[in-house]
């Protein structure tokens, strides 16, 4: 069997528009169509969405043109996502956690995103070059029987 035969990979360019995120989704429950699990498409969904919709409002002054490249590439159980952008530098992995609200007035809506990403990828690298960000995600999936 060639070792490359468990690879399957796609990729999807966006632009830095609020309105490609519906597009992300769509794309993204295709490629889950392809014999991934429930769970491991939610993870993906949900941080892929994250990641970019930061991209969106964050990366970039306002009339300023991102390019924002999706990559999903499944080898065996793992699923690797690479997010790729032209904006600002700004590297997740370096986020400090989220602050716990003591109480219910001082908890806010937000900011928890990356916190997010953190708690449902099973791995997740960043890396500045040639004046792009790359942000790479990887799911694992289970590989245990579901519970009866």
């Not at 060639?2 to 989704?25: F, K």
Request: charged share 25%; with cysteine.
């Amino acid at each position: 069997m060639n070792p490359m035969s468990s690879l399957d990979s796609r990729r999807l360019v966006l632009r830095n528009d609020v309105a490609e995120l519906q597009r992300l989704a769509g794309w993204i429950e295709g490629f889950a169509q392809r014999g991934i699990s429930s769970d491991v498409s939610f993870a993906v969904q949900l941080c892929l969405e994250e990641a970019v919709a930061n991209i969106i409002m964050y990366g970039a002054a306002r009339n300023e043109r991102l390019e924002i490249a999706v990559e999903l590439e499944r080898n065996g159980a793992t699923l690797i996502a690479r997010i790729e952008d032209n904006g600002r530098q700004f590297d997740p992995t370096r986020a400090p956690p989220p602050v716990v609200a003591t109480s219910l007035e001082q908890a806010k809506v937000g900011d928890l995103g990356i916190h997010l990403m953190r708690s449902f990828a099973s791995g997740m690298d960043y890396e500045r070059r040639e004046g792009r960000n790359r942000l790479t995600l990887r799911f694992v999936e289970s590989t245990s029987p579901a519970p009866e």
